[in-house]
T-cell receptor, first 116, second 110 residues
Framework: EPEVTQTPSHQVTQMGQEVILRCVPISNHLYFYWYRQILGQKVEFLVSFYNNEISEKSEIFDDQFSVERPDGSNFTLKIRSTKLEDSAMYFC??????????????FGPGTRLTVT | GQNIDQPTEMTATEGAIVQINCTYQTSGFNGLFWYQQHAGEAPTFLSYNVLDGLEEKGRFSSFLSRSKGYSYLLLKELQMKDSASYLCAVTGSSASKIIFGSGTRLSIRP
């Protein structure tokens, strides 16, 4: 069964450094998403991406965040200058983009980002 | 804005039935999801309700009342592997943006 994959599974970085989290969505999916979950807290929407542009973003997704689809398979989240409070599990998801109300999002296993 | 309320923790016995309630207030409403999340893992999709009523899928059922802003997830014949967090989530005015509740941590005892 096709699945969303994410690399690395765990990333440790120092405050102020740039990180890039990588995702490979399911191949025929058209919508891509990033969510984050700070330890012990709820899953939070960051951004959705369709047709090579951001379709929606939350207030969390400020100027230090960016997303890119650099080729036909990868979808990346870049954090420009990491802060301690960016430590979280970051989940990538993808969906077919059926255009209807129900468009199941398939989640990847997550990347645990630790900022020291 | 959106607000989703569900109990923080619940405990149930193996083989029994448990109902996890969720109430929500959203600006715009498209549908309601239930996800299961084991510790350290990604959420996995359980159910989606857009119309009022009960959706049954094996041991799991989900109910929605749009007029009351209320849903529940019913788990039957509980198994130890059902110990997990159960996340109530909604899509509001945008169908592509899922807003999650804080989750209900369900513990199953033998």
């Amino acid at each position: 069964e096709p699945e969303v994959t994410q690399t690395p599974s765990h990333q440790v970085t120092q405050m102020g450094q740039e990180v890039i989290l990588r995702c490979v969505p399911i191949s025929n999916h058209l919508y891509f998403y990033w969510y984050r979950q700070i330890l012990g807290q709820k899953v939070e929407f960051l951004v959705s991406f369709y047709n090579n542009e951001i379709s929606e973003k939350s207030e969390i997704f400020d100027d230090q965040f960016s997303v890119e689809r650099p080729d036909g398979s990868n979808f990346t989240l870049k954090i420009r200058s990491t802060k301690l409070e960016d430590s979280a599990m970051y989940f990538c998801a993808s969906s077919l983009g059926t255009g209807g109300l129900f468009d199941e999002q398939y989640f990847g296993p997550g990347t645990r980002l630790t900022v020291t | 804005g959106q607000n989703i309320d569900q109990p923080t923790e619940m405990t149930a016995t193996e083989g029994a039935i448990v109902q996890i309630n969720c109430t929500y207030q959203t600006s715009g409403f498209n549908g309601l999801f239930w996800y299961q999340q084991h510790a350290g893992e990604a959420p996995t999709f359980l159910s989606y309700n857009v119309l009022d009523g009960l959706e049954e899928k094996g041991r799991f059922s989900s109910f929605l009342s749009r007029s009351k802003g209320y849903s529940y997830l019913l788990l039957k014949e509980l198994q130890m592997k059902d110990s997990a967090s159960y996340l109530c989530a909604v899509t509001g005015s945008s169908a592509s943006k899922i807003i999650f509740g804080s989750g209900t941590r369900l513990s199953i005892r033998p």
